[in-house]
């Protein structure tokens, strides 16, 4: 079971997912789907890439 901190994180990123598609549905604009497409391709391809390891180091 993960903790309440990594659910509360969870939460917030699915919130932030959810919050895109509203916008892009209700303004008719893709744009804000792609950003959020985008920035998530991005944060996973630094993670794989052990950028936020680098910048914080190893607990």
């Known amino acids: ?23 892009s549905v209700r303004t008719r604009n893709p744009y ?3 950003r959020r497409a985008r920035n998530i391709a991005i944060g996973r391809t630094a993670a794989r890439a052990g950028v936020w390891r680098a910048l914080w180091g190893k607990w």
Request: zero cysteines; hydrophobic letters at 55%; proline letters at 0%.
């Open 32 to 34: 804000y789907i792609a």
């Open 1 to 23: 079971m993960a903790t309440l901190t990594s659910a509360l994180y969870r939460a917030a990123r699915l919130s932030a997912s959810a919050r895109a598609v509203r916008r």
